[in-house]
């Protein structure tokens, strides 16, 4: 299994011949969609999904979209499409395993609503929160991609949900509202403070899962 982190939250995962794409949205790159199969979707905020890019991918080479069923109500002409996901499901995309988590957005402030979100754990070893620190605690997660930087959490709640997953490895998520001084404070203090393989990888680095 091949990963591929682009910006902010989108990781791209082939497996078998297979594309999948996590949460491709405004701030990822656009290639990060090319000749994929499914895409899995957290939540609706546009950091995580760019219905313009999928809607064109979309028409060019159909591929199978799972989320929160809260999500059809923005994906226009998407909608249709879209296969509803709750917490605790599992099933299969682009030929890999998947599992459901959580199914709430983390508090941003008490005056902002509260919307739907999964956590994804792919093929029983990578695990994509979204915009929540749920902790899996029925399996033990291998690669865990980590929301460093958020409106809805700070570095101590970060530093704690990575302690808590306790993974082999972890890779910077939720990073694109960072300059380069803000993601040198925290990947400092992450691989300082965290006893796990952690890096930030640039967007578009590959690795082996």
């Known amino acids: 299994m091949r990963l591929t982190k682009y910006g902010h939250s989108c990781v791209r995962v082939e497996h078998d011949g297979g594309v999948l794409v996590i949460d491709p949205g405004v701030f990822s790159e656009p290639e990060a969609l090319d000749g994929v199969d499914a895409v899995l979707i957290t939540h609706e905020h546009p950091d995580h999904v760019n219905v ?9 080479r159909p591929f199978a979209l799972y989320g929160p069923a809260s999500l059809a109500s923005m994906l226009d002409g998407l909608a249709d499409v879209l296969a509803p996901v709750e917490a605790g499901a599992e099933f299969t995309a682009a030929g890999v395993p998947v599992r459901a988590y959580g ?3 983390a508090v941003i402030h008490p005056d902002i609503p509260v919307i739907d979100n999964l956590a994804y754990l792919v093929d029983d070893r990578v695990y994509h929160p979204g915009d929540s620190l749920v902790v899996p605690d029925d399996v033990r ?12 959490t700070k570095f101590s709640e970060s530093l704690d949900f990575l302690r808590a997953v306790a993974p082999r490895r972890a890779y910077a998520l939720h990073d694109g509202l960072l300059n380069d001084n803000g ?5 400092s203090n992450f691989t300082r403070m965290a006893d796990v393989d952690y890096r930030r990888l640039e967007p578009g680095t590959r690795v082996n899962a």
């Not at 313009?52 to 060019?60: F, T, V």
């Not at 997660?141 to 809805?152: N, Q």
């Not at 993601?183 to 990947?187: A, E, G, Q, T």
């Open 141 to 152: 997660v291998d690669t865990l991609f980590l929301p460093i930087h958020a409106p809805w």
């Open 103 to 105: 199914g709430r957005h």
């Open 183 to 187: 993601l040198s404070v925290l990947n």
């Open 52 to 60: 313009p890019a999928l809607a064109e991918r979309h028409e060019d």
